[in-house]
């Protein structure tokens, strides 16, 4: 695995909730990474909270994430370790429920026993 591999690595896996993006929560740079932040903003994610990385700072993240997730577009989201998607993918998922559902365990509530 290449350094800049390992560097993702690292932060995918140190980071509950992890938005590799263009800009950052509080100003994005595109209108898909701002998307991807309303999203999250609306499943409950604290922005404050959120873990970002701008790859406009970084041109070998910017690259090494496409290759780590083998997906070829930013933004792109980590929950606990596990790619979910871009910002469509992402829209598709809140408008189901089941992003709500990634989520609900990150965002500090407590899953329903059935019982």
């Not at 499943?43 to 997906?71: F, H, M």
């Amino acid at each position: 695995m290449s350094d800049v591999q390992q560097r993702i690595d690292q932060l995918v896996k140190n980071n509950e909730v992890l938005l590799f993006m263009k800009g950052s929560a509080s100003f994005p740079m595109c209108g898909f990474s701002g998307r991807a932040v309303q999203v999250l903003k609306a499943c409950g994610v604290d922005p404050d909270k959120l873990a970002t990385v701008n790859v406009l700072e970084d041109d070998e993240i910017r690259q090494g994430i496409k290759d780590y997730s083998s997906w070829p577009t930013i933004p792109q989201l980590y929950v606990r370790g596990e790619f979910i998607g871009g910002s469509d993918i992402m829209m598709e998922m809140y408008q189901s429920g089941e992003l709500q559902q990634v989520l609900g365990a990150s965002a500090g509530k407590a899953a329903g026993s059935q019982g």
